[in-house]
């Protein structure tokens, strides 16, 4: 009895903090469908006969924000930053974990070092720095991307290789492949839970990521979280309807890419965990 009273608190308490979480999603939801006015007076209220404009808003916001522009770069910005942090650092984790030295081990720490850094130290001068080496471009931001996302990625690729029986890496070595073939044709298959892990996780990141871009970038290139201040009018004016409607087009394909690899991450996170 007191077993099925406590999971029934559980489920309650499950049910308030999915409420709290997925209040802001439908209250930006529904106010984009509000006119702009009627959003600062009643941001809480659902839409009515009187204060329904539509789709005028996401009319407004995919013209004024130059929003299909935007979202070509935030895919090719997000798309290739996380297939190169996701090769890169998988190549790094398996090769410190598997060297057992002291300059892997000097690597490691470094990598972990790098997790603790605020960004917030760094970013005035990597973005001169960044400047200087005409990295303002969006090839140039898929590099910086790897170097901040490197740290969290080796550790979580190195926390899961340890996981991994040598045995299987040595018999391929005895068949006659080499590192770089024992790593793609046998490690890296095995990688696949932890991949898809990193991968969602520095795609949310990098997708809605706006201080680095905003540093970095010419003001050719922009991505979605750069367009939205595009919807900032003088002294402080706002098209609220319109922001609200280009963040809901901004939050629908993060979304359907969590849900659709939403179950490799506690897969990968546990299985990283066994021996990290």
């Given at each position: 009895?007191?077993?099925?009273?406590?999971?029934?608190?559980?489920?309650?308490?499950?049910?308030?903090?999915?409420?709290?979480?997925?209040?802001?999603?439908?209250?930006?939801?529904?106010?984009?469908f509000k006119g702009k006015l009627y959003i600062s007076d009643a941001p809480f209220k659902l839409p009515t006969a009187e204060t329904f404009v539509g789709v005028q808003n996401y009319i407004?916001?995919?013209?004024?924000?130059?929003?299909?522009?935007?979202?070509?770069?935030?895919?090719?910005?997000?798309?290739?930053?996380?297939?190169?942090?996701?090769?890169?650092?998988?190549?790094?984790?398996?090769?410190?974990?598997?060297?057992?030295?002291?300059?892997?081990?000097?690597?490691?720490?470094?990598?972990?070092?790098?997790?603790?850094?605020?960004?917030?130290?760094?970013?005035?001068?990597?973005?001169?720095?960044?400047?200087?080496?005409?990295?303002?471009?969006?090839?140039?931001?898929?590099?910086?991307?790897?170097?901040?996302?490197?740290?969290?990625?080796?550790?979580?690729?190195?926390?899961?290789?340890?996981?991994?029986?040598?045995?299987?890496?040595?018999?391929?070595?005895?068949?006659?492949?080499?590192?770089?073939?024992?790593?793609?044709?046998?490690?890296?298959?095995?990688?696949?839970?932890?991949?898809?892990?990193?991968?969602?996780?520095?795609?949310?990141?990098?997708?809605?990521?706006?201080?680095?871009?905003?540093?970095?970038?010419?003001?050719?290139?922009?991505?979605?979280?750069?367009?939205?201040?595009?919807?900032?009018?003088?002294?402080?004016?706002?098209?609220?309807?319109?922001?609200?409607?280009?963040?809901?087009?901004?939050?629908?394909?993060?979304?359907?890419?969590?849900?659709?690899?939403?179950?490799?991450?506690?897969?990968?996170?546990?299985?990283?965990?066994?021996?990290?």
């Amino acid at each position: 009895m007191k077993g099925k009273k406590s999971n029934i608190v559980i489920y309650i308490l499950l049910v308030i903090l999915a409420v709290i979480f997925l209040a802001p999603i439908f209250i930006i939801l529904f106010n984009s469908f509000k006119g702009k006015l009627y959003i600062s007076d009643a941001p809480f209220k659902l839409p009515t006969a009187e204060t329904f404009v539509g789709v005028q808003n996401y009319i407004d916001g995919l013209s004024k924000t130059g929003f299909l522009s935007a979202f070509g770069w935030s895919i090719f910005i997000t798309f290739f930053s996380t297939i190169v942090i996701v090769l890169f650092t998988s190549m790094t984790g398996w090769y410190i974990t598997r060297a057992k030295n002291k300059v892997s081990t000097v690597l490691y720490f470094i990598f972990v070092f790098s997790m603790i850094v605020p960004f917030q130290m760094v970013m005035f001068t990597m973005s001169k720095v960044a400047n200087m080496l005409s990295l303002d471009n969006p090839i140039g931001l898929i590099v910086l991307y790897l170097g901040f996302g490197a740290g969290l990625s080796i550790f979580m690729f190195s926390g899961f290789v340890k996981s991994i029986p040598i045995d299987i890496e040595e018999a391929a070595l005895i068949d006659g492949c080499n590192p770089i073939k024992t790593f793609f044709l046998i490690v890296l298959p095995l990688l696949k839970p932890i991949c898809i892990t990193v991968a969602i996780l520095n795609v949310m990141w990098i997708w809605n990521d706006y201080l680095l871009p905003s540093l970095v970038l010419k003001s050719d290139y922009k991505t979605i979280p750069m367009a939205v201040q595009y919807l900032r009018g003088g002294y402080g004016a706002i098209d609220m309807g319109a922001m609200m409607a280009v963040l809901v087009l901004a939050i629908i394909p993060i979304i359907i890419f969590y849900l659709t690899c939403q179950k490799y991450i506690i897969e990968g996170v546990a299985a990283g965990a066994v021996k990290g």
